[in-house]
């Protein structure tokens, strides 16, 4: 299991939080230092049926300064996902990865099916 956080995001903490309370201790990767692989992205676009638009942060200064709310619907996916590759602050996190399935985003029911409770 992977998990990619960022230190000072309070969601990212929560998320943390419960799956410590779950006894579970993932693999913690800094977002912004390390972002999520090509690879890894592109096998969250699939969980996510191919909807690009949920790979980001769109809530986030990177997103807004790149005018990416305009940018994006033109954008390939290659040029997307290369775009995330090289600047975690765009990634929607936190973002985890596991055997189970994967989530983007905190979402406890959606946690708990994935991880068994």
Known sequence: MKL???AKCGTCRKAVAWLKARGIDPEEIPIRERPPSK???MRMLKGLGG?????????GQDYRAL?????LP???VDEAIGLLAG???LVKRPF?????????GFDEARWSELLGG
């Open 51 to 59: 909807e690009l638009r949920r790979l980001f942060n769109t809530s």
């Open 4 to 6: 990619y956080t960022y």
């Open 39 to 41: 690879a890894e992205l």
């Open 67 to 71: 005018n990416l709310k305009d940018r």
């Open 74 to 76: 033109n954008m390939s």
């Open 96 to 104: 985890l990865l596991t055997d189970a399935g994967d989530a983007v």
């Open 87 to 89: 600047n975690g602050n």
